[in-house]
């Protein structure tokens, strides 16, 4: 991967912002995060520039000014009860910003929400601005209009660098060969941590120093796998390996070359040329016909981390609640960008969000959630969405501005079919011309590419049994075993087709000269690979 491109949210950038709000009056702020302590001390610095004190509350401490040095604030505080509280501000004549810990709970109550929309509008014409500080969103539609929602991004690159920096140097002075890494090792180090907060990431970097005493190179796997780890923990997004390659997905030319310049578009060089980076693309098709394959094969080819993302367990509400979900994992996948973010058959994930079900509107919310970050998203996460079912999917999604194409994968023709025949016996090191794959490819008329990988491997099984290498015979033995899903779906394949025609891009260029040519350039690329990787 080339240089890291800028995020574009990261937390400078939303101080700012926080501090034109609060100069502007804004009078209550709602703060998205979990790093509370980060997140003080940017205040208090902001807080500092405008000349007003900072204080903090939370319900078991109270009220207490907050001060730089590093001890918690001794004694305990006043006003402990959220209602004394929001009085105490709206007397008080100091110039100040109340940090609020942990306050959504309060929310639910009526009372403490009537006080504080009275103190919202009584404090626009003061020097005090109230900020809620939340991991979780609870705003009751009565305080909409008077509360701003801000979302604390996690830490960029130079955060983390900072912090990696900050570490090593404790260590480095109580033990001068502890720490063992050149500035590129630190780079690709941090990088490796981009994605989780900084108490995470400081947890992640001690462990790595605990583990073997020495900190150096050989521990970016150890971070990588604790960061696997820990996204894992939300459960909706899972880190993915890919060795995928795009030469060794059969036919799909239109798609490749589209995806080839898009590839190009994701570079910092584009930016300056004034393009904005790529949004996404939807891949609609047949089962079986790529469309996995092709969304694990970009992030390979684009040498973009591949972040899987889960929008069934989202909705489930089965991990907790499905808003913070949404937000941790658009957050955590713009940290970690340039990403490739992969939601496979978003149509599954998606068939609780049209609001119908009996969670009062939560996924329809959250689906809404997803599209306005789509829209909006200026941050380098290129969304590739996969789905089998097009009369499964909302007609918000297809809109125009989501993504930018939408492709219809279908079965592959006769040059394709032999193309991909030939990818899978080189893939399991047989010489494709050993074989007539002409008369193959003409027996297996509406065989998916999965299913012609299925008749290898069936012949190679064949062979195997009868103690014999692979022939043609087998193979043809093996096209007559398999019954192609295409026979059994024929109805919706003709459905699928016909709303494609008018909406969709194919993903193949039709015609058999072009299968051929890019059929030898792409065999020629596979076994160039498979040389390198030796396989
Ligand atoms: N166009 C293709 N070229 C090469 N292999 C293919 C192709 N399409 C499918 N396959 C094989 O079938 C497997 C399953 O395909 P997949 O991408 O999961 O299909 P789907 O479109 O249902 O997501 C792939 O892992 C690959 O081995
Ligand atoms: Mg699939």
């Known amino acids: ?49 405008q000349k007003k004190q900072l204080h903090l509350w939370s319900a078991p401490t109270g009220l207490t000014a907050y001060s730089d040095r590093s001890e918690r604030p001794t004694g305990r505080g006043e006003y402990n009860d959220p209602i004394e509280l929001l009085r105490h501000i709206q007397q008080s004549k100091q110039q100040a910003l109340y940090l609020l810990k942990d306050f959504h709970p ?13 103190l919202a509008s009584d404090l626009k014409e003061t020097y005090k601005t109230v900020l809620i500080c939340s991991p979780e969103l609870n705003l009751p539609i009565s305080l909409e209009k008077d509360i701003t929602i801000i979302d604390i991004p996690l830490p960029d690159f130079r955060e983390l660098y900072q912090l990696l920096t900050d570490i ?3 260590v480095h002075s109580t033990n001068k060969d502890a720490v063992q890494l050149n500035k590129n090792d630190a780079i690709e180090i941090v990088r490796a941590t981009q994605g989780l907060t900084l108490s995470e990431a400081e947890n992640v970097f001690s462990k790595a120093v605990v583990n ?17 780890q820990i996204i894992r923990k939300s459960q909706i997004l899972d880190f993915y390996p890919s060795d995928s390659k795009l030469a060794e997905v059969g036919g799909l030319n239109n798609l ?3 995806l080839r310049r898009r590839g190009k578009a994701f570079s910092g060089d584009a930016q300056k040329f004034g393009l904005t980076p790529p949004k996404g693309v939807l891949l609609l098709g047949v089962p079986g016909c790529g469309k996995s394959l092709t969304a694990k094969a970009i992030a390979a080819a684009w040498h973009t981390p591949l972040v899987k993302l889960d929008l069934g367990r989202i909705f489930s509400g089965l991990v907790g609640s499905s808003e913070e979900n949404m937000r941790r994992a658009i957050k955590v996948a713009e940290s970690v960008a340039p990403a490739v973010l992969w939601i496979d058959e978003i149509e599954k994930g998606l068939s609780g969000s049209s609001g119908s079900t009996s969670d009062s509107g939560t996924s ?8 306005t970050w789509m829209q909006e998203k200026t941050a380098h996460v290129f969304v590739v969405a996969t789905a089998n079912r097009i009369d499964a999917l909302p007609p918000e999604l297809l809109r125009r501005g989501r993504f930018d194409e939408i492709f219809f994968i279908d079965l592959p023709g006769e040059g394709i079919r032999k193309n991909i025949l030939e990818i899978h016996l080189l893939k399991r090191k047989r010489n ?26 069936e012949a190679l099984f064949r062979a195997f049994d009868q103690n014999k290498e692979l022939t043609q015979g087998d193979l043809l033995q093996a096209t007559k075993t398999i019954i192609p899903l295409s026979k059994s779906y024929r109805e919706e394949l003709t459905r699928s087709r016909e709303w494609a025609s008018h909406r969709a891009r194919p993903a193949d260029t ?19 690979e498979n040389r390198k990787t030796g396989s």
């Open 510 to 528: 039709p015609g058999p000269q072009n299968d051929s040519n890019s059929r030898k350039l792409e065999l020629f690329d596979a076994q160039k």
């Open 1 to 49: 991967m080339g240089t890291p491109l800028p995020n574009t949210n990261t937390l400078n950038h939303t101080m700012k912002e926080i501090d034109v709000f609060i100069r502007a009056r804004y009078p209550v702020l709602y703060l998205l995060t979990h790093e509370e302590s980060r997140l003080e001390k940017h205040l208090y610095r902001l807080a500092a520039n």
């Open 432 to 457: 494709p011309n050993h074989f007539d794959l002409d008369e193959l490819a003409a027996l297996t008329n509406g065989f998916s590419g999965a299913e012609l990988e299925h008749c290898v491997e």
């Open 364 to 371: 329809a919310r959250v689906f809404g959630t997803f599209l």
């Open 212 to 228: 073997d005493a020495v900190f150096d190179k050989k521990d970016i796997q150890l971070i990588l796998k604790e960061k696997q």
């Open 106 to 118: 309060f929310l639910n109550d009526p009372h403490v929400v009537r006080c504080l929309r009275e």
């Open 168 to 170: 090593c140097k404790v």
């Open 256 to 258: 490749k070359d589209w």
